[in-house]
């Protein structure tokens, strides 16, 4: 009888300890996912796009959400561009790229080939934005307009910088890179570093850049939607604002499909951590489906936005939820019976409907209280005790229906969508796999809160694209340089999947992915840590810049030099001298804290509303330059002299000039802010808004010339006293020689 009882007692610790294993943990921040995504915002041409832990290259689709992992591949032919909350990301042709993290404080990007454009508009202190390429990793330190090339050999990354300033690392050396500053890094385990001036040469990939940016610079709906929302600036084009009494400005889309609702019109794919993901078919579909709420105004469907930034206001980013739905149950959805390990009972369905204002959306993976706090504050107007009250119920003490809540979008003709798990599980469009509802049955069926827990099919993972363009295996094999190491790689979907149907079909949390690889998992491209590095200046290139004419003949394009994007490719060269030894192994990952210099100045903390408002300009050669990233005054370069004491002064004297010109910089960028703040709060006219921003870009072009005017006048002073210095004197003749 004891061995018996003693026996029982083992059973029920084992059982406590695998219940533990899955239970929720209000504390576990590190548990939670990210806040934030990358959105797939244009495709042009042929590009090509691998999730996280696959092996097919399947045809990239619009609105997909991108995380670490993720891989994109933009063909001969191909463009696309990426929106993340602080930046945009532009991929021309030939060019391989991938999140190697992406979380709440670091973007890390890995370019192997071709060329990116990245315009960051805002930049935290505690946020770490690092480009690696084969040769050196490039951190971007203060918002800016930023270029970067790699070559197709891979030993050459030329950065280009509009405005903004950055910091390569790479062969044990550190080189501070600035605004107007063109440079070229060759080699590898050593870097040869050549600067030059950045110039107007733009090609047809810039001018379409800048055109891009007029979605954001010019928006409309900047003024109703928090900056950190991703997509708003699509919004503009499709639809129009109105103000409602009970829920404030309201964007209403204008749409073709008759009894148009939202959640109708795209499909479900499976995106971890966060599980099923709706991805909508519209041009527009990003920021509706995935931040605030939607509701039925006089026969409409309209969405209400996540709440912009109020000074004086604690303020909390908008946290990316991947569908702000709740679930139907009843006999004839049969989301609450999962078999065979997350499967369904035959002959149910899967239905939901969107989420209303201050209704709560409770999370299916798992994440910690204050998660679930944020994801509901930042994105509708709900109280924290109601939050704290479904967390409880549902999240901690399991409870899956929703009893004592009504549900406003629940009743609306029309809101209900369903489909068949088969579907739904395979990333088929909706629409064309509808199910019909009675419209009866659904206003009065229980409410579920969890996405169904159901095991996906790969094709779930993939999407709806089908096979598509892979980049060289080279490219896909190809080490790159890190500063800050990223976390391992994701284990295979296979791996995963099976790890969902002993999970109960319920999404993996980023501690349970971690167990079912090691830490040391296999990287197919590998990461090196760049060593410690020593403060180096670029010297400045002794010849004209590829492309550009010698004395009225065509230059010479050196060896791998990276070619301009949309260009055709030039002939097979030999690989230039540069030292060049093999892959080294994986350094042990090390994080490091920010890749942003201790001495660096706090940054004024940026208005999103103004963000979005920068001064305008016609010309693709000279894109519109924001308050935030009016170009820092380039760095002269001292020519040596025989007379150390003059050098000395000649330093003091540029210092001065440099440190009166960042002063008047920032005078003239503050004055700017401000008023761009007055505008929004003022909700200003177009005419008087185009004219103040026409006024800022001539104060910017002033400024730059007045100091490039002062930098030349203080050049030819320096310039005359080393001529009277190397004069020689009557007296100083040899004795010879005088009468």
């Known amino acids: 009888m004891v061995r018996k009882h003693a026996a029982k007692l083992v059973s029920l610790f084992c059982l406590a300890i695998t219940l533990a294993g899955f239970a929720p943990r209000a504390t576990a921040d590190d548990d939670d996912p990210p806040s934030r995504v990358a959105r797939l915002a244009y495709i042009q041409g042929s590009v090509s796009f691998q999730p996280a832990g696959t092996d097919d290259w399947v045809t990239a689709g619009l609105n997909r959400p991108v995380t670490t992992g993720d891989r994109l591949w933009s063909d001969n032919d191909g463009r696309s561009e990426l929106q993340v909350d602080g930046s945009l990301i532009r991929l021309s042709n030939n060019t391989g790229f991938s999140f190697l993290n992406l979380s709440d404080n670091v973007t890390q990007i890995q370019l192997t080939a071709g060329t990116l454009l990245v315009r960051v508009r805002r930049l935290d202190d505690t946020e770490t934005y690092e480009i690696d390429t084969p040769n050196l990793a490039f951190s971007v330190l203060r918002p800016g307009l930023y270029g970067i090339s790699v070559n197709e050999a891979g030993d050459s990354t030329v950065i280009k910088i509009r405005s903004g300033e950055g910091e390569v690392t790479g062969g044990g050396a550190a080189y501070t890179v600035h605004a107007n500053d063109y440079d070229t890094f060759s080699g590898t385990d050593r870097l040869s570093a050549n600067s030059e001036s950045y110039g107007n040469d733009e090609d047809q990939f810039d001018s379409w850049a800048a055109n891009r940016d007029h979605h954001w610079e010019n928006s409309r709906s900047a003024q109703y939607v928090s900056a950190d929302v991703v997509g708003y600036e699509d919004l503009d084009d499709h639809g129009s604002w109105r103000r409602t009494p009970d829920n404030g400005n309201v964007w209403f889309p204008r749409t073709s499909v008759p009894g148009w609702a939202p ?74 019976t999962p078999v065979d390990g997350g499967g369904y009972a035959p002959g149910g369905s899967v239905g939901w409907f969107p989420l209303g204002p201050r209704e709560v959306y409770v999370p299916s993976y798992r994440v910690s209280r204050n998660y679930v706090n944020n994801v509901n504050v930042s994105n509708t107007t709900v109280n924290t005790t109601v939050v704290n009250n479904y967390y409880n119920t549902t999240v901690v003490n399991n409870n899956v229906n929703v009893t004592n809540v009504k549900y406003v979008n629940q009743s609306v003709p029309g809101a209900v969508a369903a489909t068949t798990p088969r579907a739904f599980t395979s990333a088929q469009p909706v629409a064309r796999n509808a199910v019909k509802v009675d419209q009866r049955e659904v206003a009065s069926a229980p409410v579920r809160a969890f996405t169904p827990a159901v095991v996906p099919a790969k094709q779930a993972v993939l999407g709806t694209g089908a096979a598509a363009a892979k980049p060289p295996v080279a490219l896909q094999t190809r080490a790159v340089v890190a500063k800050v190491a ?14 969902i149907k002993s999970n109960g079909g319920r999404p993996l949390s980023v501690a349970q992915v971690r167990q079912i690889e090691p830490v040391t998992a296999h990287r197919e491209a590998p990461v090196k840590i760049a060593p410690a590095a020593k403060p180096v200046t670029p010297q400045p290139s002794q010849t004209n810049r590829p492309g550009q004419p010698q004395n009225g003949r065509p230059a010479q394009v050196a060896p791998n030099t990276p070619r301009p994007p949309d260009r055709p490719a030039d002939r097979p060269v030999p690989p230039n001298n540069a030292p060049q030894t093999p892959n080294k ?43 935030n990233e009016i170009p820092i005054p ?13 050098d000395r002064k000649h330093q003091q004297q540029q210092d001065q000039l440099r440190a009166k010109q960042e002063q008047e910089r920032q005078r003239v960028q503050q004055q ?40 030349k006048r203080l050049q030819e002073k320096q310039q005359q006293e080393r001529q009277k210095q190397s004069k020689p004197k009557k007296d100083d003749r040899p004795p010879e020689a005088k009468p």
Not at 264 to 275: D, K, L, M, N, V
Not at 593 to 598: E, G, K, L, T, V
């Open 585 to 627: 192994p994986v350094t042990p990952y090390t994080v490091q804290p920010s890749n942003r210099p201790a001495d660096r100045p706090t940054e004024r903390p940026v208005n999103p509303n103004n963000s979005s408002q920068p001064a305008k300009t016609n010309s693709p050669a000279s894109p519109a330059v924001h308050p």
């Open 486 to 499: 990223p976390p391992p790689p994701p284990p295979s979907f296979e791996k995963r999947q099976e790890a």
């Open 634 to 646: 380039p760095r002269p370069v001292i020519q040596p002299s025989a007379n150390a004491e003059l």
């Open 263 to 336: 959640y109708h019109y795209g499909h479900w794919a499976y995106i971890e951590p966060w599980g099923y993901t709706w991805v909508d078919d519209e041009p527009w579909g990003f920021a509706p489906f995935h931040y605030g709420r939607w509701v039925s105004y006089e026969g409409s469907w309209g969405w209400v936005p996540a709440p912009p930034r109020a000074e004086g206001v604690d303020y909390v980013r908008p946290v990316y939820a991947p569908a702000l739905v709740a679930w139907v149950g009843g006999p004839h959805f049969a989301i609450g």
């Open 672 to 711: 700017q802010e401000q008023q761009h703040s007055k505008l929004v709060q003022q909700q200003a006219d177009e005419a008087k808004k185009q004219q103040v921003e026409q006024h800022h870009q001539q104060q910017t072009q002033q400024l730059q010339q007045k100091q490039t005017e002062e930098q």
